[in-house]
């Protein structure tokens, strides 16, 4: 049961975040991240990644579009993963809602980078769900994980592609 009456204000100003935020289209996010994706295989990676074959799309029964990488749940390593050199993995997941032909509106994002072994954190997690929780203190809305999956620090929402920029060129740089 939450205790702070701060928290239920504080899902809703997220929620106002992510409904203010206006993306391109699907298609032109989509591009965006495959570009993000494919600079830094190109420029910085070793590991070999088919950036173009590890990003799948799909629609699901509400019309959203869906970009993911990998497993949405990460349960071990997969040929799905972006790897990195070092030994580290990506899967992500984004949702968005087509609001016309060239705008679009941040759902929800999943960003898991699991470090290579040894490392700590183990792992780190930006998180967006698609909707409030009953107990946001414990499940903020928009959150990072730092290690530890019962721990939840509030965050902004971001725009997807900056999330992946962020991962790639901080988180995977430091840990």
């Given at each position: ?7 239920p ?14 993306l ?12 993000i ?23 699901d ?28 993995r ?44 009953p ?41």
């Open positions: 049961m939450d205790t702070c009456p701060h928290a204000l504080m899902d809703e100003e997220i929620a106002a975040q992510a409904a203010s935020l206006v391109p289209s699907p298609s032109v996010v989509l591009n965006e991240v495959r570009g994706l494919y600079k830094y295989q190109e420029t910085q990676a070793k590991a070999s990644n088919n950036v173009i074959a590890l990003i799948k799309t799909a629609s029964r509400n019309g959203s579009f869906l970009i993911e990488l990998g497993p949405q749940i990460d349960k071990g390593p997969t040929p799905g993963h972006f790897h990195f050199d070092s030994g580290a990506l899967s992500f997941g984004i949702t968005l809602n087509p609001t016309d032909k060239k705008h679009s509106r941040v759902l929800s994002y999943r960003f898991h980078y699991v470090a290579a072994n040894g490392r700590n954190p183990e792992f780190l997690r930006l998180d967006l769900n698609g909707s409030t929780h107990t946001p203190l414990q499940e903020p809305r928009c959150h990072i994980h730092p290690g530890h999956e019962h721990v939840r620090i509030p965050s902004p929402v971001l725009v997807p592609s900056h999330a992946l920029e962020i991962v790639l060129h901080v988180i995977a740089h430091r840990v």
